[in-house]
């Protein structure tokens, strides 16, 4: 816009510091503009500086947040609720980052299309942003009010201030908003907005099946639409059809020698982006859908004599998801997701006759969450979410009910948050009855100020299962906890801010009712004025934990004995070229001489403005580490269970590294080895009380089919991503998987790389063009 239209307008001025020294007048002085015509918003902003050669300008991804550079961005509150907003931040590097805020959580991963421009100058940098209406969503009325805050980020000094005062010991961001009143005659327009896509890929897994073969180069070719659709002036539907997930990044598998399954995070775009409503409430757990087929493991059940199994495909097929997400002018936010996938089979061949025959693991499943969400005064709301999972061909379908709420006091100083699930699970037992759970929890905590608390009850039920389309690791449990922390806000003696807590829980079985442990925990974290960070843990348990779900067999218990465990990690300031971050912990017991060490050590070196990289090395080795080996069904039909003492080693590498060529493109790479080898030293038999005991002459045989483990996972994403125009992008990926696991230990790092890479591995190399089209752009483009 040319200068003489921003004058229209008086500028919003008198920032205040967030951090550090909350409270204080900005050491710089900063004018902020707001306009706005039947199409977008507007803002404007001088960002005066006295060192303008000092103003920081590191590149990065777009979404990267605060790089070692300056930054500006303003909160919109359309709605006026004081707990959801749309946050726009632009780097002075001229990197944007778009959040979408919903009471307490932020939502990195959601996209928008809005245009900015930077410029620096002799007298500091100024910005521009231009906010298409089809960004947002606000309510259908004449006059409205929006809830504003505008935030600056110095670098040099680490300094962040805010136009409308954040007070850091007070709960809350969005509700510590300015107004903007009197905004008139705004629409929201016609929101029907197209990303087609077309991939290509070429995949070659050499030697999979122990020789090379033509067949491990593969290729092919995909095109689908992601569809964005305003149904009105609040509801969006997305829908992607025919989804192509193939440059999602690779997962940081582990070894998992514990009794449960282990989380792995959401990377698929369509899942991430605008969920807030859906995993609000903890029931959705998106990666159940295209995952492992919920028949996977017993496929080897409905062979039939001499038959053996040829193929049986870890993951389903997305055919098509869709989702429905707004909130109306009264604050009634409403979400509905759909999701389905096909038919997998594993194929089985006849080893005498060599025909083959498809056995069903996994049919047409459609997945359904169902959200309602009312927000309340004084940063309250009221919860109701219902997921659903109904699969053909005679499967066993799973339906959850919750309602969550949270009622803080006029002074938003306590906070009161309770709610209930219910679980029930059709035609999953063998007589095709239907198991029901419940879990309900209670929590009145003391929100803001310098001293806090919490108190904390949760009730599990033994037959309370969520893990269709939500996750849990173990159910069964009663749970108790209170927490008091006390903080300082503003600068103590050499600190910049010092925060203290301790805390203490209790948790029993639900079924039967019997103690499970009583744990007592104690942090403490300072920031020097130098911003280095320090912390330090430290955790007890006075007496024995009865763990019930470590010998696969309920209720049979372990008792693990008293322990202790303590951490400390440092973290330097990242304005300098190099940093650190390290880190080391301790954990011990005495009853069978357990003790563990960890380190971490990552170095972060900035090159330039365009190019970084961190090295991320943990060392963790655990002596005498005890767990769940083998079981056994004795002669007198009586099961035996097999403990193993084993040692475990595990070490990690990562390597972090961009070269940024400018706001629009760059490169970027994510390398990890992972190893993690456990020798087996002795075996003990478990008895009835928990206890460990030597293992008899017959169970050798048992113990000496338990064999070491030495795991390995190597995984490499090397990405370029341009992105020509907004909205539109261009991806480059080449990804490397290696997997492998053996049972013969190898002590030498640099001889276990080098059998690491002598497997087979997985290259996959793919291009993949998103292109962005706009309803409204392009009917202008046409009428022109």
């Not at 300008?57 to 959801?84: A, I, P």
């Not at 927000?375 to 709301?381: A, D």
């Amino acid at each position: 816009m040319e200068p003489e239209v921003w004058e229209q307008v008086q500028p919003a001025r008198n920032f205040y510091r967030y951090d550090p020294l909350n409270g204080k007048p900005s050491s710089q002085q900063t004018e902020v503009y707001m306009l706005y015509d039947d199409d977008a918003v507007y803002i404007g902003a001088m960002l005066h500086d006295t060192a303008p050669d000092s103003v920081l300008t590191q590149l990065g991804q777009r979404d990267s947040g605060e790089n070692n550079s300056d930054m500006f961005g303003v909160y919109l509150d359309t709605y006026n609720d004081k707990q959801n907003a749309f946050a726009f931040l632009i780097s002075a590097a001229g990197v944007q980052t778009d959040i979408k805020y919903s009471q307490g959580s932020e939502d990195w991963n959601w996209d928008a299309v809005w245009e900015s421009s930077v410029r620096t100058h002799e007298g500091g940098w100024t910005v521009e942003l231009r906010i298409p209406y089809g960004a947002i969503r606000f309510p259908k009325a004449e006059v409205q009010t929006w809830g504003v805050n505008y935030m600056r980020v110095i670098r040099r000094s680490r300094e962040k201030s805010y136009w409308s005062h954040v007070d850091n010991s007070v709960s809350g961001l969005i509700n510590q908003a300015g107004r903007a009143i009197g905004i008139e005659g705004v629409q929201s327009p016609v929101r029907l907005q197209f990303m087609p896509y077309v991939s290509g890929y070429v995949n070659h897994f050499a030697n999979k099946n122990g020789e090379s073969d033509a067949k491990d180069l593969t290729h092919s070719i995909n095109g689908g639409m992601d569809v964005k659709y305003g149904i009105n002036d609040a509801f969006t539907l997305d829908v992607t059809l025919i989804p192509d997930f193939g440059q999602t990044q690779s997962d940081n598998q582990i070894l998992n020698l514990g009794p449960f399954e282990v989380k792995y995070s959401e990377n698929r775009q369509f899942f991430t982006e605008g969920t807030e409503l859906f995993n609000k409430a903890g029931l959705f757990y998106s990666r159940r859908i295209g995952a492992r087929p919920v028949g996977y493991g017993k496929v080897k059940e409905q062979l039939v004599e001499g038959e053996d199994i040829i193929s049986n495909p870890v993951e389903t097929q997305l055919l098509n998801a869709a989702k429905v997400s707004g909130r109306t002018r009264r604050g009634l936010g409403i979400g509905l997701f759909n999701a389905f996938t096909g038919n997998t089979y594993a194929t089985v061949q006849d080893s005498t006759t060599g025909t083959t025959r498809e056995v069903l693991s996994d049919p047409f499943t459609n997945y359904n969450v169902f959200v309602l969400d009312q927000t309340l005064p004084r940063n309250s709301y009221v919860t109701f979410t219902n997921t659903n999972v109904t699969r053909a061909s005679g499967f066993y379908d799973a339906n959850v009910t919750g309602l969550r709420m949270r009622f803080a006091d006029k002074y938003n100083m306590f906070a009161l948050t309770s709610g209930g699930n219910l679980s029930q699970l059709y035609g999953k037992e063998d007589d095709g009855s239907t198991t029901l759970g419940h879990q309900y929890f209670v929590n009145l905590s003391k929100i803001s100020g310098n001293f806090r608390f919490g108190l904390n009850h949760n009730v599990e039920s033994n037959t309370y299962d969520i893990n269709d389309l939500g996750f849990i690791s173990n159910n069964n449990e009663i749970s108790s906890s209170a927490s008091v922390s006390y903080n300082f806000y503003q600068p103590v003696w050499k600190f910049l801010s010092w925060n203290n807590s301790f805390s203490v829980s209790h948790s029993m079985l639900y079924e039967p009712n019997k103690f499970i442990a009583m744990d007592f925990n104690a942090s403490t974290s300072v920031r020097f004025r130098n911003f280095t960070s320090v912390w330090l843990n430290a955790s007890l348990r006075p007496s024995d934990r009865h763990d019930y779900f470590e010998a696969r067999t309920f209720p049979q218990v372990f008792v693990r004995p008293p322990a202790f465990s303590s951490n400390l990690g440092v973290s330097t300031d990242y304005r300098k070229r190099l940093a650190l971050d390290a880190s080391s912990s301790y954990w011990r017991s005495r009853r069978y001489d357990q003790d563990s060490w960890g380190f971490n050590f990552t170095p972060r070196f900035r090159v330039n403005d365009k190019f970084s990289i961190a090295n991320g090395n943990s060392l963790n080795l655990e002596k005498r580490n005890i767990g769940y080996a083998n079981k056994y069904t004795d002669a007198q039909q009586q099961t035996r269970i097999l403990f193993g003492d084993r040692t475990l080693t595990t070490v990690s590498t990562t390597v972090s590294s961009a070269y940024i060529f400018n706001e629009r493109s760059g490169l970027t790479l994510n390398m990890r080895h992972y190893w993690s080898r456990a020798a087996y030293q002795e075996f003990y038999e478990l008895t009835k009380k928990g206890l460990l005991q030597p293992t008899t002459a017959e169970q050798e045989t048992y113990t000496s089919e338990i064999n070491d483990i030495n795991y390995n996972t190597f995984t490499l994403d090397l990405v370029y991503s341009w992105r020509f125009a907004p909205g539109s992008e261009l991806r480059v990926v080449w990804k490397n998987f290696i997997e492998d696991q053996g049972g013969k230990i190898e002590n030498r790092y640099f001889d276990n790389m080098s059998n690491t890479f002598a497997v087979p591995q997985n290259n996959n190399f793919s291009v993949k063009l998103l292109y962005f089209i706009d309803y409204i752009s392009l009917r202008n483009v046409f009428s022109a």
